[in-house]
């Protein structure tokens, strides 16, 4: 690799070195505490409502750096309105979770309308669902907390309460070795996916990465891989909701990239009036992108009160933010048109390790916040001066 | 040392990468005149007017104001020194009063105490005194957005006359203005006439500058032409020194076969009046069709309402014998018409994307597998294919088409819409912004195109490049078709801008 070669790595790839170093920073503060398999496993149980919506406002954002400011009542609204029908009415789990869902993916419609067929700017019409929902949900849960503790179908299908991990079929030791088979697994197929697409590149004479990177590649991600598992083995193991994060995540990554739709939400942030001319119809495309935030609202919203085996009026709080958050820090433009989920998931876990890192060491809550707030600032500073070749000020 | 001149230009020169906009042109305005500036598009008149205005720094050149040498670098100053822009776009504030578009960035400001604070009374006064002067009388505490196009730009003169300018730019003033505000503008020119101020004139209306000019300056290509008293000249004296260039022929031969008609447009109108109204005219198979003009002659919006983004009051599309309803772009599309916009960087390019991407766009859903999946593999062949066959220059498929060249760009955009295979391509000024080279080159693929059986229509400005492409040139004026050439013999510079100044 030539010097070049190394830049454009370290360029490609800023975050993950970020990660990397930000991680190396905890485990030293807090004495290899972040390591440990609980708190790894926390990392996930923990942020697996930011995975869900920073997937979800990705495509938003895509439109042209258009955000959902109504994610986090539409949690609260959506879990609120389960909680009741579960407790309060005794509607069956099943047809509980089918409500739940219409009611996300309607509230994402009803917002989406006015977003793309009469032009309400994002910003007002989900600043307006922010307050409605939020209110509702008030209304709702009469101000109360409905415990749905016993609700225990529910509460470990979304990964909540105390016995919220995938069982291990295989032995009873302190190791879970499902989990480790299944972390294995994962590896073996991640490395098969590269080396098949590799050779079929080679076969058509396409560009391939430098043979040493590549190995260097394969060899830190399965690692990444196994580290992981084992250390999800070492405690307990799989938890349910690491299922659902997975699913979202492969999904839209996949549609993201591999289907016309998904490639349309980038023709759109790119150059609207192009994407027109094309013969694409737009408004459909920001129809979709906020409907679908809706459909992932409802979704956030079920693992948020599974969770906490419970829904409350105060739930989803700033939950918003975490999302817009990752999906910046994760290199999405904020004028729209780039961003990957692969790159806001590691926006949304560079937060996470961040939230726990500091609270494992006790950082004082509201300094937290000042660190999550200049660490959002940076990164979209460094995105738009490095697009600008370097220059930080725009010449007037 | 004083002069016979309120101001004078000389040895102005200006290059743009690629381009030399200015050679050595000289400009010279007696007091109390109108000077006529005239020269077709991209002679060259307003990079003249910016350098003057300071908006653009000039490579050589000197200015002179009453016989002083000056040196103006930007648009303040050259305010401070008298001299006044009207624009041809106006640039107002809409949802302020005219009395505060009039002194935006110098609003008279009093003291209450300590604070400074803006003089609103003295400053409705001040509006209402230069409204007069000009002979307006209409309140200064109006919101812009209420008055007319006529009453703005009349905002626009007061605004000049109350920097005491001595020397005023009208660019192109007329072009949005009826009947009635043409005749008010030139009293207010009259006036400013009677009280010795010096005015160039930018105009492509003939019967204006004859009326209302006493001299007239004519460019071509960027060069000094030469100065006349405006009596002197007939509109068919100034039509050939406009045009008066030597054609030298650079464009590949035409010798296409026509097939039958493939469209027929009838009638088209704009629902807004100002644009095209009852544009008719037939296109055949293999042939390119010119669309000349001036600019502003609607040309585009035309097309846009044929590609379905504009609304229609009347008129029909026919294609291959059909009528066809053409709603939207996709409809457009479907009817087998594509568009390359004149405005790359703006409705053209996807700047972040990549090459692969800006092509694959629009037929993404052509190349599906299971009806959702984008079948990458097809849509590789299709892109690298449009790499080969337009030789556009480029490391590989996944570059950012933000990192191209313009010619590059274009021929990015031409593959867009060649994976489409429409019958009828429209290109509105296919070759502006690129350099020499590649203009060739997108001339070759136009004529392979049409020898293949496309029917292409080419809206171009570049007088040469219209009658070296075209089979046929239809010329269109201020909305309206008011010609078509159809045999070679009579495709001369001179006819096309005849009719294109048949306002």
Redo the contacts between chains.
């Keep these: 690799m030539n010097k070049d070669q190394v830049i454009g790595f370290i360029k490609k790839n800023t975050m993950i070195f970020v990660l990397i170093i930000v991680y190396a920073f905890f485990s030293f503060r807090t004495g290899g505490a972040i390591l440990l398999p609980m708190n790894v496993s926390n990392l996930i149980s923990q942020n697996a409502y930011v995975f869900v919506l920073a997937t979800g406002m990705l495509l938003c954002i895509l439109t042209g750096g258009n955000i959902d400011l109504s994610v986090g009542s539409v949690v609260c609204f959506v879990g609120a309105v389960g909680a009741t029908l579960m407790v309060n009415m005794k509607v069956p789990v099943w047809l509980s979770i089918i409500i739940m869902i219409i009611i996300g993916t309607a509230i994402g419609a009803f917002q989406g309308f006015w977003i793309a067929f009469v032009r309400i700017p994002p910003f007002i019409v989900t600043l307006a669902g922010m307050l409605v929902f939020r209110g509702l949900s008030n209304v709702v849960l009469n101000g109360l907390t409905v415990s749905i503790k016993d609700k225990s179908s529910f509460v470990n299908l979304f990964g909540g309460g105390a016995d919220c991990y995938i069982h291990d079929v295989f032995g009873n030791g302190t190791l879970n070795l499902t989990c480790l088979f299944a972390g294995l697994v994962a590896a073996a197929l991640f490395i098969m996916i590269q080396v098949s697409t590799r050779m079929q590149r080679t076969k058509k004479n396409y560009e391939v990465e430098n043979f040493g990177a590549f190995i260097c590649k394969l060899v830190a991600v399965s690692a990444v891989i196994i580290i992981f598992s084992y250390k999800l083995a070492q405690h307990k193991g799989i938890p349910t909701v690491l299922i659902w994060v997975l699913v979202v995540v492969l999904v839209y990554g996949y549609i993201t990239s591999n289907t016309t739709v998904g490639r349309y939400f980038y023709a759109v942030g790119g150059n609207e009036k192009a994407t027109k001319l094309s013969g694409i119809n737009t408004n459909k495309v920001y129809f979709l992108a906020y409907t679908n935030m809706g459909f992932l609202a409802a979704l956030a919203g079920m693992i948020t009160i599974a969770r906490l085996t419970s829904a409350q009026p105060t739930y989803g709080q700033n939950y918003e933010m975490d999302a817009i958050g990752s999906c910046f820090i994760g290199g999405a433009s904020a004028y729209g048109g780039i961003g990957t989920v692969p790159g806001v998931i590691v926006g949304a876990v560079l937060m996470g390790v961040i939230n726990l890192g500091m609270s494992l060491m006790g950082v004082d809550a509201n300094m937290q916040k000042v660190v999550k707030g200049v660490v959002l600032l940076a990164a979209v500073i460094f995105d738009v001066v490095s697009k600008r070749g370097g220059k930080l000020m725009v010449k007037n | 040392m004083a002069s016979e001149y309120k101001l004078e230009l000389r040895g102005v020169s200006k290059s743009f990468p690629g381009v030399k906009a200015l050679d050595n042109v000289q400009l010279a305005i007696r007091p109390g005149t109108v000077h006529a500036l005239m020269g077709e598009n991209g002679a060259g008149k307003s990079t003249l007017m910016k350098c003057l205005f300071g908006i653009y720094k000039m490579d050589a050149g000197e200015i002179f104001i009453d016989g002083q040498k000056v040196v103006i670098s930007n648009p303040d100053e050259a305010m401070k020194m008298g001299i006044a822009m009207v624009h041809q776009e106006l640039q107002p504030v809409p949802a302020r009063s005219v009395g505060e578009n009039m002194y935006l960035g110098r609003f008279p400001v009093k003291k209450i105490g300590p604070i400074q604070v803006i003089d609103h009374k003295a400053m409705y006064e001040q509006t209402e005194k230069w409204l007069n002067e000009v002979d307006m009388h209409f309140d200064p505490k109006a919101m812009l957005s209420t008055l007319s196009i006529g009453q703005m730009q009349s905002v626009e003169i007061a605004k000049a006359v109350s920097h005491d300018a001595k020397v005023i730019i009208f660019d192109e003033p007329t072009s949005s203005l009826s009947d009635n505000e043409v005749e008010a503008l030139f009293k207010i020119m009259e006036n400013l006439r009677k009280k010795g101020v010096a005015m160039i004139y930018i105009s492509h209306k003939m019967d204006e500058i004859k009326r209302i000019a006493d001299d007239i300056t004519v460019m071509r290509d960027g060069t000094y032409v030469g100065t006349w008293p405006a009596a002197e000249m007939s509109i068919d004296d100034i039509i050939a020194k406009m045009v008066g260039r030597e054609l030298t022929n650079i464009y590949p031969p035409k010798d296409r076969e026509f097939g039958d008609v493939i469209m027929e447009v009838e009638g088209l109108s704009s629902i807004h009046k100002r644009s095209f109204q009852d544009v008719s005219f037939k296109l055949r198979k293999g042939e390119i069709l010119g669309f000349g003009g001036l600019v502003g002659a609607q040309r585009t919006e035309l097309m846009e309402g044929i ?1 379905g ?1 504009r609304n229609l009051s009347k008129g029909e599309i026919k294609i291959h014998g059909h009528k066809v309803e053409i709603k ?3 409809d ?2 479907k009817a087998g018409i594509g ?1 390359i ?1 004149e405005d790359r960087r ?8 990549s090459i692969k ?1 800006n092509v ?3 037929v ?2 052509k190349f ?1 597998k299971a009806g ?3 079948d ?1 593999a097809s849509i ?1 062949k299709v892109v690298d294919e449009s790499i080969d066959k337009l030789r556009i220059k480029t490391p ?1 498929k ?1 570059e950012h088409i933000a990192n191209l060249s313009g010619g590059n760009q274009q021929k990015v955009i031409i593959s ?1 819409w060649l994976a489409n295979d429409p019958d009828i391509l429209i290109m509105d000024e296919p070759t502006r912004g690129i350099d020499i080279g590649a203009k060739h080159e997108i001339y070759e693929i136009m004529t392979e195109l049409a020898k293949q059986g496309k029917a292409i229509i080419m809206i171009s400005s570049e007088m040469p490049e219209l009658l070296g492409m075209s089979d046929r040139v239809v010329v269109m004026c201020n909305g309206k078709k008011t010609g078509e050439i159809d045999n070679e013999a009579e495709m001369t510079q001179e006819k096309v801008m005849s009719y294109a100044t048949m306002f």
């Design positions: 590609f983004i939207n772009s996709r457009a599309m568009m916009t703006a409705r053209g390019i996807f700047g972040c994307l991407d694959g766009v629009s993404y859903n599906l959702f999946v984008l990458h590789n590989s996944q867009r």
